[in-house]
């Protein structure tokens, strides 16, 4: 793996954003807190068509954090897919971890993801939970792990060896959701081992689960991942 100048393996964060300046700031500073060497990371931050001031958040952090590597690229055309794509090829490093701007690492994620990765896994979906008190968003979160483990599911935020990512082709850019369940199946299907990442995890924002009144953004969102679970839907508007 191509180490840094302290020794150590480079990894790249990579964020899609778009419309996301409220949130974005919380992101970078998880990637700020982490226990991996600063020197040996970098975050790129693609900005998806924002109208907000998520560029101008992004280059305020990078102005006070220089001891971390910052990229900000632009990619008009909104699409998670797309904008991630964008990130991984701007970015250097050579295990890539996918971030969503809405969500934080918890500090020891980056170290965890390289000892997964020199375990023999060069790839690794992450354990999700819920930055909210409710009980009924972190039952929610907590469901969606309890699946992944029983039926063995590689899906949501993940890590990748730079590599592997793109000797896949990255993500399919006509997908709207499920675009990381496509591309990790499509590399179990190739033989690359991929495990789930449960030591450590990726807090994000329930805001999907609150779009609607009397709770039924709890239905909502969980039939919505069934279906694109199922393959259904996968291109549509989400």
């Given amino acids: 793996m191509t180490s840094c100048s302290t020794g150590h393996p480079e990894v790249s964060i990579v964020i899609p954003a778009r419309d996301e300046e409220s949130l974005i700031g919380r992101a970078l500073e998880s990637v700020a807190r982490q226990s991996w060497p600063l020197?040996?990371?970098?975050?790129?931050?693609?900005d998806n068509g924002s109208r907000d001031?998520?560029?101008?958040?992004?280059?305020?952090?990078?102005a006070r954090v220089p001891d971390l590597r910052v990229r900000l690229v632009y990619e008009p055309v909104p699409g998670r897919a797309r904008a991630k794509n964008a990130g991984a090829r701007a970015a250097s490093g050579e295990l890539l971890i996918f971030l969503d701007a809405d969500s934080a690492l918890a500090p020891d994620l980056v170290e965890r993801a390289i000892e997964a990765y020199r375990g023999g896994y060069p790839a690794g979906s992450i354990r999700i939970i819920s930055d909210s008190p409710d009980l009924l968003d972190r039952a929610f979160f907590d469901l969606m792990e309890f699946g992944k483990r029983l039926f063995h599911i590689r899906a949501q935020m993940f890590y990748c060896?730079?590599?592997?990512?793109?000797?896949?082709?990255g993500f399919?850019?006509?997908?709207?959701?499920?675009?990381?369940?496509?591309?990790?199946?499509r590399l179990q299907r190739s033989g690359v081992p991929v495990c789930h990442l449960s030591t450590s995890w990726i807090m994000t924002s329930p805001?999907?689960?609150?779009?609607?009144?009397?709770?039924?953004?709890?239905?909502?969102?969980?039939?919505?991942w069934l279906?694109?679970?199922?393959?259904?839907?996968?291109s549509w508007p989400y």
């Fill in 207 to 224: 805001r999907r689960l609150h779009r609607l009144p009397l709770r039924l953004g709890l239905l909502t969102t969980f039939g919505r």
């Fill in 39 to 46: 020197a040996c990371l970098e975050v790129v931050v693609v």
């Fill in 161 to 169: 060896s730079r590599t592997m990512f793109f000797a896949l082709g």
């Fill in 172 to 185: 399919d850019e006509r997908l709207h959701i499920a675009e990381d369940r496509d591309f990790l199946v």
């Fill in 53 to 62: 001031r998520t560029a101008s958040v992004v280059q305020a952090f990078a």
């Fill in 227 to 234: 279906l694109a679970h199922l393959g259904i839907g996968r």
